[in-house]
């Protein structure tokens, strides 16, 4: 009797392992993944590097079986591409990952309801609906500790401008027009604009083309510091050795990585799946862990500090419309001519 019962357990007890490792993860729409299995791949496009992509959709491959095709280039070219496909009635996309998603026109973004946007901080979201913030930029200076010993870092851009021993040595990224805005927005018209001209003309800052190479330059000791750019980029290269860090200082412009999708995509049903898992714990731990700032409040940064060690700030979050971004983009060249 007692064997018997000792087989039903342990048969019991295999079939309760066998079902928790073949249960869905709770992020997969069931009405949506036998019509997405048959939809067979997805078009992602972002501006999220490979090496932190890819890792990111291999888990969304391996939970759903569907194969993801990745685009990555940069902010304004996808949404040139993505425009000029539309325009030639092309639908080769079917879901955007990138910091621009709102500079696309509404009539491009599909209005979504998804189930994990309820965890979502409803200043990270549309209210309309037609896109989801995934991921935080934090725009704050990055230096090589090298080169640079702060005992005291500047708590904002009016005291970084006494720092003259960096005058020459700093480096900017090529299209840094939001946080030229967030000066603005946080000193005002004229003291902002006055601010900005004489960093320009006095500390003579090189753009550099793209973030991403702005950090390995700053860890590689081609600049002394940077006035501004991603913490999860500093934060990356210091993990890994490179000789650099950050600190916070007002004011600090946040960028939402945002996910929207096509309302003509060529894979629906794959799209809204993998909106809501870039929404889910389970895709936030993942961006987390592939170097990026979560959104979530529920999952710990990637060093847990990330956030934390930026201290009490002025942070300014900003979007932009086309044409914002225009007058923006103008104006920062402005001041770069003014070197």
Do not use: C
């Not at 026109?105 to 309820?118: G, H, T």
């Not at 991603?230 to 990585?257: C, E, H, I, R």
Request: zero cysteines; a neutral charge.
């Amino acid at each position: 009797m007692f064997r018997k019962l000792a087989t039903a357990l342990t048969l019991a007890l295999a079939t309760t392992a066998a079902t928790a490792q073949t249960k869905a993860p709770s992020w997969i729409l069931p009405d949506l993944m036998e019509g997405a299995k048959a939809e067979g791949s997805l078009n992602v496009y972002s501006s999220v590097n490979e090496q932190e992509g890819l890792p990111l959709w291999k888990e969304f491959e391996a939970a759903t079986g569907v194969k993801v095709n990745y685009t990555r280039a940069n902010d304004a070219a996808l949404t040139s591409k993505i425009q000029i496909e539309a325009r030639s009635g092309q639908q080769s996309w079917d879901v955007l990952v990138t910091t621009s998603v709102t500079r696309l026109p509404p009539a491009l973004r599909a209005q979504i309801d998804l189930p994990e946007a309820a965890s979502i901080p409803a200043q990270m979201r549309d209210p309309d609906r037609r896109w989801y913030g995934v991921y935080a930029n934090y725009n704050t200076p990055a230096y090589n500790t090298n080169l640079v010993k702060l005992d005291k870092p500047p708590r904002d851009f009016e005291e970084f401008l006494t720092h003259k021993e960096w005058i020459g040595r700093v480096g900017i990224d090529a299209l840094e027009f939001p946080w030229t805005k967030s000066i603005i927005d946080h000193y005002g018209e004229e003291k902002g604009d006055r601010l900005l001209k004489q960093f320009f003309t006095e500390f003579k800052p090189t753009p550099v083309d793209g973030h991403l190479a702005l950090a390995r330059a700053v860890a590689a000791g081609e600049y002394a510091v940077t006035v501004s750019n991603y913490v999860n980029l500093t934060n990356n290269l210091k993990m890994s050795g490179a000789p650099t860090d950050y600190w916070g200082q007002s004011p600090v412009a946040v960028l939402l990585g945002q996910v929207a999708v096509n309302p003509r995509a060529p894979h629906p049903k794959a799209s809204r799946i993998a909106a809501n898992y870039l929404l889910s714990k389970e895709g936030q731990t993942a961006v987390a862990r592939f170097g990026r700032l979560p959104v979530r409040a529920d999952v710990i940064p990637t060093p847990p500090d990330a956030i934390t060690k930026l201290g009490d700030v002025k942070l300014l979050p900003l979007d932009f419309s086309p044409e914002e971004e225009k007058l923006w983009q103008k104006r920062y060249q402005d001041y770069l001519r003014g070197r």
